[in-house]
Nanobody, 124 residues
């Protein structure tokens, strides 16, 4: 079992930056692949980025490539999402997710644990 708590959301102007952080409980954090998803009002939850247990392999959605960076610190049980050059269309609730295993997936159904989400609002 792992519990996830996101932080770092807020209101930012277009072109600005935010850094989201996800803190995980449990002593086996290193055994989980981690992902970030977002969900805008009236839309389905969408993949943003994923990182494997080593931190050496990452996968990004095309819409955020070159703007967002996912990273993890297994010693601190955290996974971060650095978001730069934010756009109004990035506005959504951002969720941290964990899955048991080594493969990276970009669909929500492949993840076993979820945080409660943090709101990101980008004004134009």
């Amino acid at each position: 079992q792992v519990q996830l708590v996101e932080s770092g959301g807020g209101l930012v102007q277009a072109g600005g930056s935010l850094r989201l952080s996800c803190a995980a409980s449990g002593r086996t954090f290193g055994a989980y692949a981690m992902g970030w998803f977002h969900q805008a009002p009236g839309k389905e939850r969408e993949f943003v980025a994923a990182i494997d247990w080593t931190g050496g392999n990452t996968h990004y959605a095309d819409s955020i490539k070159g703007r967002f960076t996912i990273s993890r610190d297994n010693a601190k049980n955290t996974v971060d999402l650095q978001m730069n050059s934010l756009k109004p269309e990035d506005t959504a609730v951002y969720y941290c997710a964990a899955r048991v295993g080594f493969q990276l997936f970009d669909v929500p159904s492949r993840y076993d644990y979820w945080g409660q989400g943090t709101q990101v609002t980008v004004s134009s």
